[in-house]
C-alpha cells in the first residue's frame, strides 16, 4: 500500500525558505506515470495546489507560487521535495503531498508549518 | 484559469438523510472531476474520480454524476463518520488544477 509522508520545517522565518521532504513507501516513485504533487491548506480554509513533479524531473507550479517554488525529486531515496522562498505569513499552511494522475491519491498526512518571527 | 463554485458551503443533516452536493464549473470540464472528504484534522482523502467512478474502498453509499459544467456528489444514507468536509477537484486543465470552495456537513 503506497503511504506519503512528509517532514521538514515546522517553523520558517519570514522572508527565509520553507523546505519539506515527502517520503514515499510502498511503491516506487518512479512507476506508473504517475506525478507527484504538494498542496497546501491555510488554517481553516480550503486547499490550494502549488504544483506537481514528475520522476524524470520536469514540474509545472500554481502562477500564484511559481516565482517562489522550486521542487525536485531524489529516486534514489524514493522522495520528493518542495522549498518555497521569500516566504510571509500568508504561507502558513498545513502542506501535503499526494501521488498525482489528474486527481489525488493518497496523501500524506500533511504537517502545519507556520511562518512567524 | 476554471473556477469550481460549491453548493451549499454548508448543511446540517439527520444521520439516514440523502445529501446531495453540487459543483459548477466556469467551463465545461467534460468528465475531468474528483471528490474528497476531509475530517477534521486529517488530510483530504479522494471519494470519486472521472465524476462517477467510486475510489476502491469507499463505501457505496457515495456516488457522483454529471459532466460538462454540472456535477454532483451524493451520500444516499448519511452515516456518523460522514460528517465531514468535501471538495470537488478538475483536472480537465492542469494549469492549474484547483479545488472548490468546500462544503461542510454537519450534524442536525
Known amino acids: 500500500q503506497l503511504q506519503l509522508q512528509e517532514s521538514g520545517s515546522g517553523l520558517v522565518k519570514p522572508s527565509q525558505t520553507l523546505s519539506l521532504t515527502c517520503a514515499v513507501s510502498?511503491?516506487?516513485?518512479?512507476?506508473?506515470?504517475?506525478?507527484w504533487s504538494w498542496i497546501r491548506q491555510p488554517p481553516g480554509q480550503g486547499l490550494e495546489w502549488i504544483g506537481y513533479i514528475y520522476h524524470s524531473g520536469s514540474t509545472y507550479y500554481n502562477p500564484s507560487v511559481k516565482s517562489r517554488v522550486t521542487m525536485s525529486v531524489d529516486k534514489s531515496k524514493n522522495q520528493f521535495s518542495l522549498k518555497l522562498s521569500s516566504v510571509t505569513a500568508a504561507d502558513t499552511a498545513v502542506y501535503y503531498c499526494a501521488r498525482f494522475f489528474g486527481w489525488l491519491s493518497p496523501w500524506g498526512q500533511g504537517t502545519l508549518v507556520t511562518v512567524s518571527s | 484559469a476554471i473556477q469550481l463554485t460549491q453548493s451549499p458551503s454548508s448543511l446540517s443533516a439527520s444521520v439516514g438523510d440523502r445529501v446531495t452536493i453540487t459543483c459548477r464549473a466556469s467551463q465545461g470540464i467534460s468528465s475531468a472531476l474528483a471528490w474528497y472528504q476531509q475530517r477534521p484534522g486529517k488530510a483530504p482523502k479522494l471519494l470519486i474520480y472521472?465524476?462517477?467512478n467510486l475510489e476502491s474502498g469507499v463505501p457505496s453509499r457515495f456516488s457522483g454524476s454529471g459532466s460538462g459544467t454540472d456535477f454532483t456528489l451524493t451520500i444516499s444514507s448519511l452515516q456518523p463518520e460522514d460528517f465531514a468536509t468535501y471538495y470537488c477537484?478538475?483536472?480537465?486543465?492542469?494549469?492549474?488544477?484547483?479545488f472548490g470552495g468546500g462544503t461542510k456537513v454537519e450534524i442536525k
Open positions: 477537484q478538475q483536472f480537465d486543465s492542469y494549469l492549474p488544477l484547483n
Open positions: 472521472d465524476a462517477s
Open positions: 510502498g511503491g516506487s516513485i518512479s512507476s506508473g506515470g504517475y506525478s
